[in-house]
Nanobody
Framework: VQLVESGGGLVQAGGSLRLSCAAS????????MGWFRQAPGKERQFVAG????????TYSESVKGRFTISRDNAKNTVYLQMNSLKPEDTAVYYC??????????????????WGQGTQVTVSS
């Protein structure tokens, strides 16, 4: 499975961005998917997760109510809609895929595959 993120960029505080993660190789609809982010000098942080069917989602407290994860299995794509962006959301955002059955979305080691990341910069 190959994962490619897109949609990052520079935005002012209060603005919005939508990230996409396109999967190729094996079909993506069998995978749990997650979004993580990593700011310079900080550890990789869980942002959001979604189950294979899209009926279950989970978020970190820092983004709950502002970010929405979704997926389109027909397009093998997962999205992260980010609204009301803050300077502290600035980071490289990564999508990841897991074939494991347990719902431990916040654990980076649970994921088998990772994208290369896309930079999100929020200016104040």
């Amino acid at each position: 499975v190959q994962l490619v993120e897109s949609g990052g960029g520079l935005v002012q505080a209060g603005g919005s961005l939508r990230l996409s993660c396109a999967a190729s190789g094996r079909t993506s609809n069998i995978y749990h998917m997650g979004w993580f982010r990593q700011a310079p000098g900080k550890e990789r942080q869980f942002v959001a997760g979604i189950n294979p069917g899209g009926g279950y989602t989970t978020y970190s407290e820092s983004v709950k109510g502002r970010f929405t994860i979704s997926r389109d299995n027909a397009k093998n794509t997962v999205y992260l809609q980010m609204n009301s962006l803050k300077p502290e959301d600035t980071a490289v955002y990564y999508c990841a895929a897991s074939t494991y059955g347990s719902y431990t979305y916040e654990v980076p080691g649970w994921y088998n595959y990772w994208g290369q990341g896309t930079q999100v910069t929020v200016s104040s």
